[in-house]
Each structure stands twice: as C-alpha cells, then as structure tokens.
C-alpha cells in the first residue's frame, strides 16, 4: 500500500478546505462578496440546528468545529454540493508532478456514499470524521470500501491494481527510488497473496482488515491524520 504523505507540514485544514470549491458563479465585486461572506457567517450558527446536531452525533467534530467547517463549505459550494470534476480539479493542484484524475475519481465515490454523483455536506464530514479521527477499525473499514470499487462487499486482484495503478499515476515520476513500470502490478500480486488467506479470488473485509492490522506500516499510515483538526 502507498499513502501519499506529500506537503504533510502544509495546513491540513487549508488543504481539506480546497477541496470545497464547487462550480457555482462567484460573486466578482469583493464588496458584495463580502457582504455574503459575512451573511454566510452570521446564518452558519443558525443552519439548520437539528441537523448539526445529528451530524455532531454522528461525527467525532464539536458543534462548534461542525459550524466552522459548515461555514467554509459553503462560502465555497452556495449549491452545498462538490461535484466530481471540481473534484479532481482541486486535488491534482496537491500533485502537479503526477495525474490524479483516476484516484481522485475513487475518492470522490468513496466520499459520495449515497452513488448520486455530488459530495454533500453530511458525505464530507462523515468521510472527513473517519479519517481524521476515527478508531483503526473505522478507517479500515473506510480503505476497504475505496478498494472495493463495484461495492460488491470483495476486492479482486483487478480492483486492487487499479487503485494501486492510480496511486503509481498520481505520484509520477519524482519518486526515488524511480520505480518500475511493472511496480504496480507486483506490488499487488505481493499484497493479494498475503490478504486472500483461503486463495477463493477475491479478499473480504475480514481478511482485509487482519491483514492490515499485522502490517507495521500500513498501522503507522492509519495514524497520520489522528488529532489534526
């Protein structure tokens, strides 16, 4: 497995909050755009109160850090929403060395849990909550379901080494070693073999995640994002 740990000193919320902007018009005078803003800003604390509080009971976020996170989202998205080609537009902006359209793609599906094309609020900080804090357990469960393209409850060989072939494209050349062109697809037959414990085909999420917990490094990667925020 390979975990793009790059710029990891940059702001962490600066980073999540660009992945916000959505396709709806800006306001071009800053004057108005202000006035919004501040519009924004004073409606955030009254948003929908019900609705934070059901989101802070199903997060691992404050109320609080909720109505932060709620005001730059909108701010950015009026529509509430992210579509997919933003999306990919904003991350590849964290790798211009490489092309992450692909794993951006999965991303987007893994966040847009619901499968209607836009990552709403609720997707965000659910996702978001998982990554950022939630237990080992949680986030394997969440890395499974980005492996798990078809959402069939199993990864195949093939679904792995696309992934992995995503990571390879979205990380480019500037690694070092250089690796391989073949590096992808050996990198999966490695990880494969050891994961499918009784060789059917196909990995489940039990064998994924006791393969996973016996693995230093994966455990160490699962700790990056814990108590960003």
Not at 50 to 68: G, H, M, R
Not at 79 to 90: A, D, L, M, P, Q
Not at 95 to 111: C, E, R
Request: one cysteine or more; a negative charge.
């Amino acid at each position: 497995f390979l975990y793009a740990q790059n710029n990891t000193k940059r702001s962490i919320k600066e980073r999540l909050m660009k992945l916000l902007p959505c396709s709806a018009a800006k306001t071009s005078s800053p004057a108005i755009q202000n006035s919004v803003e501040d519009e924004l800003e004073m409606a955030t604390v009254r948003h929908r109160p019900e609705a934070l509080e059901l989101l802070e009971a199903q997060s691992k976020f404050t109320k609080k850090e909720l109505q932060i996170l709620y005001r730059g989202f909108k701010n950015e998205c009026p529509s509430g929403v992210v579509n997919e080609e933003t999306f990919k537009e904003i991350y590849s902006q964290f790798f211009p060395q490489g092309d992450s359209t692909t794993y951006a793609h999965f991303l987007f599906n893994a966040f847009d849990t619901d499968h209607n094309g836009a990552v709403s609020f609720e997707d965000f900080i659910k996702g978001l909550s998982i990554l950022l804090r939630g237990t080992v357990q949680e986030k394997l469960n969440w890395a499974f379901n980005l492996y798990d393209i078809n959402k069939d409850g199993y990864i195949t060989k093939e679904e792995m080494l696309d992934i992995m072939k995503a990571i390879y494209d979205m990380m480019g050349k500037c690694t070092y070693p250089v690796l391989k062109e073949d590096a992808p697809r050996q990198h999966v037959e490695t990880f494969f073999q050891k994961m499918d414990k009784n060789k059917d085909g196909v990995v489940t999420i039990d064998e994924f995640i006791e393969s996973c917990q016996k693995d230093e490094n994966i455990m160490r990667s699962m700790q990056l994002f814990e108590n960003v925020i």
